[in-house]
């Protein structure tokens, strides 16, 4: 399963870094994303990143602030979020695309599994 943590309360502008922990599984030959689900809103896609790490997608509301690492040899992915604002507020979601290597474009979130327990960002104004 998966585990996302380093959430918290921090003030615009700040930064945080999630992990996200693969327990029980093997994530290095896949697409790991990132999602996030604000009050009242579905859950949206951040951005993944493919099996090596060598390709990384953002979508365009976090593009510049926000980016994707992961180390396979800890059996992690990292979400580093810069420039953070109150629109950031949500519970923020790792999961692992089990049938994808690359294209870490990939929004659709039926191609992702192991959805762990999220970790909740606020911002502050």
């Known amino acids: 399963q998966l585990q996302a943590s380093g959430g918290g309360l921090v003030q615009a502008g700040d930064s945080l870094r999630l992990s996200c922990v693969a327990s029980?599984?093997?994530?290095?030959?896949?697409?790991m994303g990132w999602f996030r689900q604000a009050p009242g809103k579905e859950r949206e896609f951040v951005g993944a990143?493919?099996?090596?790490?060598?390709?990384?997608y953002v979508d365009s509301s976090v593009k510049g602030r926000f980016t994707i690492s992961r180390d396979n040899s800890k059996n992690e992915a990292y979400l580093q979020m810069n420039v953070l604002k109150p629109e950031d507020t949500a519970v923020y979601y790792c999961?692992?695309?089990?049938?994808?290597?690359?294209?870490?474009?990939?929004?659709?979130?039926?191609?992702?599994?192991?959805w762990g327990q999220g970790t909740q960002v606020t911002v502050s104004s």
């Open positions: 029980g599984l093997t994530i290095s030959n896949y697409v």
């Open positions: 999961a692992v695309a089990p049938f994808l290597r690359a294209n870490p474009s990939t929004a659709d979130e039926n191609q992702y599994n192991n």
């Open positions: 990143i493919n099996w090596s790490g060598s390709d990384v």
